[in-house]
């Protein structure tokens, strides 16, 4: 079965410091992989996908995402963190011929001034 | 494009009482996704329709719980004799089914549920 495994679930960051959130996958076939965001009291919003093209995804708001393999990763990424980026995000997982989304549990990002 | 829209936004009820939400999903889209999110875990899978038939359902959508898509365009998800446990937030999602996988599904701001 699919699964998403995020550790973490506060990740405390520096504004204008790196953003790094870890995901981790299993799943017997390869995966489609998204990232989204979610603000207080709001719907998920999609920051980037990974569907078996190029392996480093370029998202929104300056994240991007590596795809790799032999580690079954797909961690995020900013280079400097902005107040704004304070909010939950949440990496998940589907493959071919399935179009549902399994969920990590998430990471609560707070960016300290 | 006005993106996914969902109705109530909150939803205060008793223990017991039956409750309703709907789901007018991006209009060219033929899949809608019901999820079900509570306190610090990711959305959970509950239901999708392509077009207006029903064709997955989660062991998470009790017998209490119907969903329906009449036309192929809003949805609405009902839950009878409400109990404390439903208290959740109820997400909306839609999509344009393509051949393969990985489409954008696109989320609703969802509908907050309280079971007092």
């Known amino acids: 079965a699919q699964s998403v495994t995020q550790l973490g679930s506060h990740v405390s960051v520096s504004e204008g410091a790196l953003v790094l959130l870890r995901c981790n996958y299993s799943?017997?076939?390869?995966?489609?992989l998204f990232w989204y965001v979610q603000y207080p009291n709001q719907g998920l919003q999609l920051l980037l996908k990974?569907?078996?093209?190029?392996?480093l995804v370029k998202g929104i708001n300056g994240f991007e995402a590596e795809f790799k393999k032999s580690e079954t990763s797909f961690h995020l990424t900013k280079p400097s963190a902005h107040m704004s980026d304070a909010a939950e995000y949440f990496c998940a997982v589907s493959f071919y011929g399935n179009n549902r989304l399994a969920f990590g549990k998430g990471n609560q990002v707070v960016v300290i001034p | 494009d006005t993106g996914v829209s969902q109705d109530p936004r909150h939803k205060i009820t008793k223990r017991g009482q039956n409750v309703t939400f709907r789901c007018d999903p991006i209009s060219e889209h033929n899949r809608l996704y019901w999820y079900r999110q509570t306190l610090g875990q990711g959305p959970e899978f509950l239901t999708y329709f392509q077009n207006e038939a029903q064709l997955e359902k989660s062991r998470l959508l009790s017998d209490r719980f119907s969903a329906e898509r009449p036309k192929g365009s809003f949805s609405t998800l009902e839950i009878q004799r409400t109990e404390q446990g439903d208290s959740a937030m109820y997400l909306c999602a839609s999509s344009l089914d393509m051949e393969g996988s990985g489409n954008t599904i696109y989320f609703g701001e969802g509908s907050w549920l309280t079971v007092v």
């Open positions: 990974y569907t078996s093209a190029a392996t």
């Open positions: 799943s017997s076939v390869p995966p489609y």
